[in-house]
Structure formats: structure tokens, C-alpha cells
């Protein structure tokens, strides 16, 4: 890693580089959120699965005889 570093700042690349660390870190945050949006969604569709699933049981009744 220390090679490309080397290259950059010889060059005077220094403001490429860092362009290029900030659009690789937005671009990994950017992955982590949309991964995690995934699971969440995942997380509340077997909720309401098991909800539906519990009505069914229990026939959805409020309690009236």
C-alpha cells in the first residue's frame, strides 16, 4: 500500500488520492446502510409473517362470545 502512496505523493497526486479514499469509504458506508436496510426489511417481513400467522391460529378473535 505504501508503493501507490509513494507514487501519489511524488507526483503531487495528494488531492487524488485523498478523492480517491473519500469515494472509497462513502462507497463502503453507502454498502454497510443499503445491507443493513436489506436485514431490517427481512426482520419485519418475518414479523408480519408470524403475526398473519398468529391470527390464523387464534382466528383473530377480540375476545366476544
Known amino acids: ?5 509513494t507514487i501519489f505523493t511524488e507526483r503531487g497526486d495528494l488531492a487524488h488520492l485523498a478523492l480517491l479514499l473519500w469515494a472509497s469509504s462513502a462507497s463502503a458506508l453507502a454498502w454497510f446502510a443499503l445491507r443493513e436496510l436489506a436485514a431490517s426489511i427481512r426482520r419485519f417481513d418475518d414479523f408480519v409473517r408470524e403475526l ?6 387464534f382466528g383473530g378473535h377480540s375476545g366476544e362470545k
Open 1 to 5: 500500500m505504501s508503493d501507490p502512496i
Open 52 to 57: 398473519a400467522r398468529f391470527n390464523d391460529t
